[in-house]
């Protein structure tokens, strides 16, 4: 299963559908870290609307990505975290401390364009 | 759907079965009434107990069922594995403390994502946990 990601300018945009497992996780982070560096994208928006379970597995997998997404050079915004995926989070202890997040995709947008200056 | 009076039975193996495991814990939670953040609360802590068995204990067996204690309704989550056991249950507790490069969150979690929790290991042995959660 591979999740895509679509480029609009200087933005990498994608939207997890699917029920995340291991392996999608692992596979997304490969491609989505590929595709930042191929395409010198600044800011990446990942929406989680659909996704109804973020274990700490699945957390870590999405912090790791948010830093090494940075190191590349390119800002992370995570939009549409359900409320209850936010609450177990809390009580997983996890906050995805200092990681942007926004309401949902246009939002994180601007939310990068802010950032970015543009 | 089919009325869950029967307890759900899952065995661990690999990475898909703690996809099962957590879905058929869902749809258990749904059925008896709880809320969405509870059914999500419930699938999380699911997760967690069946990606332990996963990554330090496998094969093991999560099995699901409904609990009715004088009214008092709600689910039983148990994870047993006859893995290596858990040598300090009270470090394995603590928030970030962990042997394999995770977060250290999932038992501490579970603990706050559930109303009960009771765990018993031995090394050599294995490990059973069991939560609960109550409809209120
Ligand atoms: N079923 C088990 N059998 C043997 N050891 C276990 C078992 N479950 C947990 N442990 C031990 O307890 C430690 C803490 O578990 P916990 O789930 O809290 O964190 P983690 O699995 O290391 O990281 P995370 O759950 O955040 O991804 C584990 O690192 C492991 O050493
Ligand atoms: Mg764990």
Do not use: C
Request: aromatic fraction near 4%.
């Amino acid at each position: 299963m591979r999740i895509p990601i679509l480029k609009l300018y200087n933005y990498l945009l994608t939207t997890i559908q699917v029920e995340l497992d291991d392996q999608t996780a692992i596979q997304f982070q490969d491609d989505l870290l590929k595709k930042i560096h191929e395409t010198g994208a600044l800011g990446v928006v990942i929406d989680l609307t659909s996704v109804e379970i973020i274990d700490s597995y699945i957390a870590k997998i999405l912090g790791d990505v948010v830093n090494m997404s940075e190191l590349l050079g390119a800002k992370v915004v995570l939009t549409g975290i359900r409320p209850a995926v936010a609450l177990t989070l809390v009580d997983l202890g996890i906050g995805l401390k200092g990681v942007p997040t926004a309401l949902d995709l246009e939002q994180g947008l601007e939310k990068l364009r802010q950032e970015l200056g543009e | 759907m089919m009325m869950k009076n029967a307890p759900s039975r899952v065995e661990i193996h690999n990475e898909w079965d703690i996809v099962r495991a957590r879905q058929s814990g869902r749809d258990y939670a749904k059925e008896l009434g709880f809320g969405n953040v509870d059914q999500a609360r419930i699938a999380t802590a699911i997760s967690e107990l069946a990606r332990n068995i996963y990554l330090y204990a496998k094969p093991g067996v999560i099995t699901i069922e409904v609990i009715d204690d004088q009214g008092k309704k709600g689910l039983a989550i148990t994870a047993k594995d006859d893995g290596p056991g858990i040598n300090d249950l009270r470090q394995a507790m603590e928030d970030g403390y962990t042997t394999s490069g995770g977060l250290g969150a999932g038992l501490p979690g579970v603990k706050r994502l559930m109303d009960e929790f009771d765990i018993l290991s031995e090394a050599g042995k294995g490990t059973k946990i069991t939560a609960r959660k109550y409809l209120r």
